[in-house]
Each structure stands twice: as structure tokens, then as C-alpha cells.
């Protein structure tokens, strides 16, 4: 049974917020853009500057090795944004498999100033109805419309560091985390890397995955987990009242021996409890007496008693069906 929190308590989600937790690569040369066309599983091929992209990078398994924000920055530039703790590895990966394309790839952290909008903040940058993934600028800053989270607006801010951030009311990284939970578009970090075919975290769709272009990494892994109905897994957003982390098992009461699911995200919310994003098998999504546990040790069985109950949430946007 899917059940709804109220949040009449909830402080409204508006405001500006510093982001710590993301890191950026440059890839700049001539074939940066033909490069991440032929690793990503999005289109960066056909890139312009009023659009960015959600992407994964996957392995040839095609498990997500970590996600991306790209856009371009520049004709010759694009930046991609990702979780800091998945940088180092993702860098020296795909330096790999440069070889001789005229693209040099690098840490750019260091040289820009991430920030979270949301709210009238979001809204002082996006006209009415913007489409998430579409790309505005503002002097020197890039801004991406994201997807809205607790009904209201989201963009992320890219300007050099340096960069007076924009002006309006202080909106804390905790809660900007809380609003990325609450969006539903996850992003991939450490403790679950290497776990999900992109579908597994709804990316084909939030926009993340593009079926037409060609090949990468693990492309005929995702194809055919889309058109050959093979997908049993997907994202769904729950709530807890203890705290839960990426990485975290969640089990059924009659499978204790076998997870169901494994949290992706999570966060601290505003009204109290967590809420995460739970990539499970479709057919748990219904239950109402899920819980989650830390990771077994072989042979162990997970015990509902020492694990934390899990309720269900309504995702905020529609899932594309598997053909």
C-alpha cells in the first residue's frame, strides 16, 4: 500500500544553497564532444548550448559507473558534474579510452561554484514551464533547469569560482540534498557503484538514456533490458523515521535471505525522518512492510526487528513502460 506524508509542517523549499558533495571534469579539444558521445549513454553528438544532458557512464556490463550533468561550456568545452566521490576513478577511466581523439580531460572542480536553487530562486533564472535539462546563461554562470522536487522549481548554478553566488534567501545543503532525494533523478555515488543498469534508477525516464544513438559502453546490456521486458527493477521514493544511507539492503519480512532493493540516495527530512530513493523489484514496490538493514554477512538473514520500516511514496513523474 502506497501512502502519502503530509507537509502542511514542512518548511517551503526556496532558496539558494552551496553544493560540496559535486565535483566537475572538463573535457575540451576538438573531439570532446564525438569522445563523450561514444562513452555516454546520451547524445553529446547533437549537444547545443540551450540544452544539457543527464547521462551515465556504464561499464560493459552496462552498470552505471557514475552519472553526469553535461553541457557544453564553450565550443570546444564541455563540463560534466558529478558525485566528488566517483571523480578520481570516472577520470582515470575514461582517460583510458581517449587513445587519439583530440580531447584532453581533466579535474575541473577547483575552477567553479556549484549551487543548488530552488523555489523563487530557481524561478528568478527559468521562465514558466521550462523543460528539466534545459540550459540558460547568466554573465558568467551556466544554470540547468533540473526536476522540480516537493512542487517547486530546481536549477543548478555553474559559474567560476570566484563568482558572487546569486542573491536570495539561504537554503542549507542538507536540504538541497533532501529536494535531490525528493526529484526522484538520482545520482550515483560511491557505495552503490557498479549495482544498476540505468533503468534500474528510472534514467530512461528523466531523460538519461537515448535508445537511437550509438554505441557505448554496455549499450546492448541497456537495450535490451528496455525492448526485451526484462526489466524487473526500478526506482521508488520512500520515507523512514530512522536515518537511512546509500548502500543499505531493504528486505521483505518473507525474504529475509534475499534483498529486494538497495537505497541509492537518502536524505534527512525537512518534517522529520528520511526519505530515499530505493531501486527495488517492481513487484515489492506495492508492499507496506518493507525495511531496511545494513548489508549481510554470508548466510546471514536480515531481522525486521533491528531494521528500519520503509513506507512507500507516489514518484513525482510518470515511468516509461519496457517494450
Not at 8 to 18: F, K, N
Request: net charge negative; aromatic share 8%.
Amino acid at each position: 500500500m502506497t501512502q502519502t506524508l503530509t507537509t502542511s509542517s514542512v518548511p517551503a523549499l526556496d532558496g539558494i544553497a552551496p553544493i560540496s558533495q559535486l565535483g566537475v571534469i572538463r573535457a575540451v579539444g576538438e573531439d570532446a564532444a564525438s569522445f563523450l558521445h561514444g562513452q555516454l549513454t546520451q547524445d553529446f553528438a547533437l549537444l547545443d548550448a540551450r540544452h544539457a544532458r543527464l547521462a551515465a557512464f556504464c561499464s560493459a556490463k552496462g552498470r552505471m559507473l557514475a552519472s553526469f550533468i553535461g553541457f557544453r561550456h564553450g565550443t570546444d568545452e564541455i563540463l560534466l558534474v558529478c558525485d566528488r566521490s566517483l571523480l578520481a576513478p570516472t577520470l582515470k577511466r575514461l582517460s583510458m579510452f581517449v587513445l587519439r581523439a583530440k580531447c584532453r580531460l581533466s579535474d575541473a572542480t577547483a575552477d567553479f561554484a556549484l549551487h543548488g536553487l530552488a523555489g523563487s530562486a530557481a524561478e528568478a533564472f527559468l521562465a514558466a514551464g521550462t523543460a528539466p535539462w534545459t540550459r540558460t546563461t547568466e554573465a558568467d554562470a551556466t544554470v540547468v533547469a533540473l526536476y522540480p522536487a516537493a512542487g517547486r522549481s530546481r536549477a543548478l548554478w555553474v559559474a567560476p569560482a570566484g563568482t558572487p553566488a546569486p542573491q536570495g534567501p539561504a537554503l542549507s545543503e542538507a536540504q538541497w540534498q533532501w529536494s535531490e532525494v525528493q526529484s526522484a533523478v538520482a545520482t550515483l555515488s560511491a557505495p552503490v557503484v557498479d549495482a544498476f543498469v540505468p533503468q534500474m534508477l528510472n534514467y530512461e525516464s528523466v531523460g538519461g538514456v537515448n535508445f537511437k544513438k550509438g554505441c557505448y559502453p554496455g549499450q546492448e546490456v541497456v537495450a535490451r533490458s528496455q525492448f526485451r521486458g526484462t526489466l524487473k527493477r526500478r526506482a521508488y521514493l520512500v520515507h523512514a523515521d530512522q536515518p537511512l544511507a546509500a548502500g543499505q539492503e531493504v528486505f521483505a519480512p518473507d525474504e529475509p535471505e534475499q534483498a529486494t532493493g538497495t537505497v541509492v540516495q537518502a536524505a534527512a527530512a525537512p518534517g522529520g525522518g528520511w526519505d530515499a530513493l530505493v531501486s527495488m523489484q517492481i513487484a515489492s514496490a506495492s508492499r507496506n512492510d518493507l525495511f531496511a538493514h545494513a548489508k549481510l554477512a554470508e548466510g546471514q538473514s536480515a531481522d525486521a526487528t533491528q531494521g528500519v520500516a520503509l513506507q512507500v511514496l507516489p514518484l513525482p513523474y510518470a515511468l516509461l513502460d519496457d517494450i
